[in-house]
């Protein structure tokens, strides 16, 4: 196992789940005193290891036929262009 990827991966995606949808989910579902706290943090850790999963496997399987610098490209250009709809519809309000 190489600790460096596993460091910058961890790094990486602890950033990206930080107060993402994700984690205001997890967030409200918490919130309620009627949940089990163990509860919510099994199912929201179960959704995001199988996510984390789906993710392994399409880019291995997409690595295949479409090579990584590319797939930079198309995942900045897409994460800029969800980054413009995001603005744009917030600056409409």
Request: aromatic fraction near 10%.
């Amino acid at each position: 196992m190489d600790l460096k990827i596993l460091g910058v991966v961890f790094i990486t995606v602890f950033i990206a789940e930080m107060a993402d949808k994700t984690q205001l989910v997890t967030l409200l579902f918490a919130s309620d005193k009627d949940v089990s706290k163990w509860t919510v943090f099994f199912g929201s850790a179960s959704a995001l290891v199988l996510t984390s999963a789906i993710g392994v496997a399409a880019g291995s399987i997409l690595s295949q036929a479409v090579n990584v610098k590319t797939m930079s490209i198309i995942a900045g250009t897409g994460f800029v262009l969800i980054g413009i709809w995001t603005l744009y519809h917030g600056l409409q309000q």
